[in-house]
């Protein structure tokens, strides 16, 4: 038997204030949209920003359903978006602010399993890396150079 051990590295910001000057506005968009989402059963609003090689950005923000899981998260809400109205856009950038009604959210909330292979899905597509800065309501922002920092063994088309 052998071990396979994966690291990964991300950028720490200590604030929305060392955040380089497009992605601070990019994730001012996030916050934004985060505060329209639709989360009357979890209390737990998302929003999400994705700059586009086009200098386009879309928006998304969590969308929920008394049907569970009928509803849909902030990040697929947007990367669905892009590629419907930009299909020859890359995903430069994605910025997710996370927000819950019941207390502050100071910790960086990194996309669910669901969102992570759906970015993986557009990552590959467009063999470029997705840059992913996440953060709470206020606080640290982390950003990944990448989608394969969230998921390391991503599962794509090449496997079916």
């Known amino acids: 038997m052998e071990k396979l051990q994966l690291t990964t590295t991300f950028a720490v910001y200590s604030s929305t204030a060392e955040l380089p000057q497009h992605i601070?506005?990019?994730?001012?968009?996030a916050v934004a949209v985060r505060?329209?989402?639709y989360a009357p059963y979890s209390k737990f609003h998302v929003g999400a920003a994705l700059l586009l090689s086009n200098g386009e950005v879309v928006l998304g923000s969590n969308q929920e359903n008394a049907a569970y899981p009928s509803g849909l998260c902030a990040e697929r809400v947007a990367i669905f978006h892009a590629g419907a109205v930009y299909p020859d856009a890359a995903v430069v950038a994605m910025a997710i602010s996370a927000a819950?009604?019941?207390?502050?959210v100071t910790q960086p909330i990194p996309p669910c399993?669901?969102?992570r292979q759906s970015i993986a899905e557009y990552e590959l597509k467009q063999e470029t890396p997705i840059?992913?800065?996440?953060?709470g309501e206020e606080g640290k922002v982390y950003c990944s150079e990448s989608l394969k920092n969230l998921l390391p063994l991503t599962f794509g088309g090449e496997y079916l």
């Open 35 to 37: 505060k329209r989402s």
């Open 24 to 29: 601070a506005a990019l994730m001012e968009q």
């Open 113 to 115: 399993g669901a969102c």
């Open 100 to 104: 819950a009604e019941s207390k502050v």
């Open 131 to 135: 840059e992913i800065y996440f953060m």
